[in-house]
C-alpha cells in the first residue's frame, strides 16, 4: 500500500492519498505518480468532503485568527442562502460556473452588499481548502464581484442638519439619553465606542475622553446550529480608533450631569448594583445593550416628532456638518473619526458633505471678485441661461457699483 502525505486537516493534523498495489515496483511507480499529481496541486486526499461539512469545520477552528462575530457572520451567510443549494456537494467538486450562478440569483433578489458578503464567505472557506489540500483551486477567485445599483435598498438615513440637530437637543433636556445622544452628535462616535466607555477613560481635569474599547452583544450562530447573544469587548475598530477627544465645557458638564445622576441610581439600586465602571449603565450598572439603547432612542425620536436616522447616522451627522461648513475641516473631522486615512472619509462623506461645492464657490470667487452669486429663482430649471450656470447650481449678477 501507497500512502502519501497530502496537506492538512482544519485541526492540523495531516491528510494522506492511499492506494493499494500488488507489486514493489508498481508501489514506486504509484508513489511517483501521487507525488508528482500532489506537488501539481492535482491531488485531494481524503473522502469527498461536503461544502456545509467542511464550511462548518472551517469556521470553528480559527484560533483566534478570526473574531467570533466575523465567523458567526460567515456561518449565518452560508446557511441562508449557499448551503440550500450547494451544501451537499463535494467542496473539491464545486466550480466557479456554480457559484456564479448562485450569486446571479441572489443578486436578482439582494442587494450588492450582500451578494459580496456570501462571496467573501465562500472565499474564505475555499482559501482553507486550498491551504489544507481538501480542493485545488479557489473557484471565487473567477467569479464577478458586483457593484451597488441606485436600485438597491439602504439603511443609511440622510444625516440630521444644524436645524434638526437643535430640534434633538432640545428634545433631551433632562431625558436619560441626554448625555449619550449630545456625546455622539459632538465626538461622532460608534455606538459600540460610546458604550464602551469607562469612568477611568474621562479625564473631567483635561477635558478629554480616550476611547479604549467597544462593546457588542451580537446573536452568534454556533457550528451546532443555536444562536445566543453574548457580550464582547473589543479593542477599537483600528489602531486608529484607540484616540483621545479633547471637548469643550459644555460637553463635560453634562457628563458630569450625568455621573450625578448615576451616583443616586447607585444609591436607589443598593445591593443590586454591578460596579464596573461603565459611563453608561442600566439603572443596575451593568453594561447596555445596543437594543435596549435603540428602543430607547426612536421612542424619544417618535414622542418629539423628530426625523429618524440610524444611531450610526449620527456619526455622519457629525462629520456633514462640520465639512460643509469648512472642507478645511475634513482631516481633523477623520482623526476625531478615528478612520485609518483620509481617503475613506473623503469616500465615506463624498455624497452628504458637499466639498466640490466648497471648491467651486472657492475658485468662483478668485475668478469672478467683482461677481456676487445668488441663487436661482428655479434651482432646477437648468434651461435658463446655461452660460452662466454654475457647477454648484448658482446664477451670477454684477454688483451694483
Not at 445622576?261 to 453608561?280: H, K, L, P, T
Request: aromatic share 6%; net charge positive; glycine share 4%.
Amino acid at each position: 500500500m501507497v500512502k502519501v502525505p497530502a496537506g492538512k486537516y482544519a485541526n492540523g493534523k495531516t491528510r494522506f492519498v492511499t492506494k493499494t498495489t500488488q507489486t514493489k515496483t508498481k508501489a514506486i511507480r504509484t508513489r511517483g505518480e501521487l507525488l508528482r499529481e500532489r506537488d501539481a496541486i492535482g491531488l485531494v486526499a481524503g473522502p469527498q468532503t461536503t461544502l456545509r461539512v467542511w464550511a462548518l469545520e472551517v469556521t470553528s477552528s480559527q484560533s483566534g485568527k478570526v473574531s467570533e462575530r466575523t465567523l458567526s457572520d460567515y456561518r449565518r451567510t452560508l446557511t441562508k442562502h449557499v448551503f440550500p443549494v450547494l451544501g451537499s456537494r463535494p467542496v473539491r467538486d464545486i466550480k466557479s460556473r456554480e457559484i456564479q450562478d448562485v450569486l446571479n440569483n441572489l443578486r436578482q433578489t439582494h442587494s450588492a452588499a450582500t451578494v459580496n458578503n456570501v462571496r467573501t464567505a465562500l472565499s474564505k472557506v475555499f482559501t482553507e481548502a486550498v491551504r489544507h489540500n481538501v480542493a485545488a483551486t479557489n473557484p471565487v477567485r473567477n467569479t464577478e464581484k458586483f457593484r451597488r445599483s441606485e436600485t438597491d435598498k439602504t439603511q443609511v438615513c440622510r444625516p440630521w442638519s444644524e436645524e434638526e440637530v437643535a430640534q434633538v437637543r432640545r428634545a433631551l433636556v433632562n431625558h436619560e439619553l441626554e448625555a449619550p445622544i449630545l456625546l455622539m452628535i459632538v465626538t461622532g462616535l460608534r455606538l459600540g465606542e460610546l458604550l464602551g466607555l469607562k469612568w477611568a477613560d474621562v479625564q473631567f481635569e483635561f477635558h478629554t475622553i480616550s476611547i479604549e474599547r467597544t462593546i457588542s452583544h451580537p446573536s452568534l450562530l454556533w457550528p451546532d446550529g443555536t444562536a445566543r447573544r453574548e457580550l464582547i469587548v473589543r479593542p477599537p475598530k483600528t489602531a486608529q480608533s484607540r484616540r483621545v477627544l479633547q471637548l469643550q465645557s459644555p460637553t463635560m458638564d453634562i457628563l458630569r450631569q450625568h455621573k450625578e445622576r448615576q451616583v443616586f441610581q447607585r444609591a436607589m439600586a443598593g445591593a443590586e448594583w454591578v460596579e464596573n465602571d461603565w459611563v453608561f449603565t442600566t439603572k443596575f450598572g451593568a453594561e447596555y445593550d445596543e437594543r435596549n439603547f435603540r428602543r430607547s432612542y426612536e421612542k424619544l425620536l417618535h414622542h418629539h416628532g423628530i426625523r429618524p436616522i440610524r444611531l450610526h447616522d449620527i456619526r455622519h451627522t457629525f462629520a456633514t456638518i462640520l465639512v460643509n461648513r469648512d472642507s478645511g475641516q475634513l482631516s481633523a473631522v477623520s482623526k476625531a473619526l478615528g478612520h485609518s486615512n483620509l481617503q475613506i472619509t473623503l469616500g465615506t462623506y463624498a455624497n452628504t458633505a458637499r466639498v466640490e461645492k466648497q471648491a467651486t464657490a472657492a475658485i468662483s470667487a478668485i475668478v469672478f471678485p467683482d461677481i456676487e452669486p445668488t441663487p436661482p429663482s428655479n434651482p432646477l430649471d437648468t434651461t435658463l441661461m446655461p452660460q452662466i450656470l454654475t457647477s454648484e447650481g448658482h446664477f451670477y449678477r454684477v454688483k451694483s457699483k
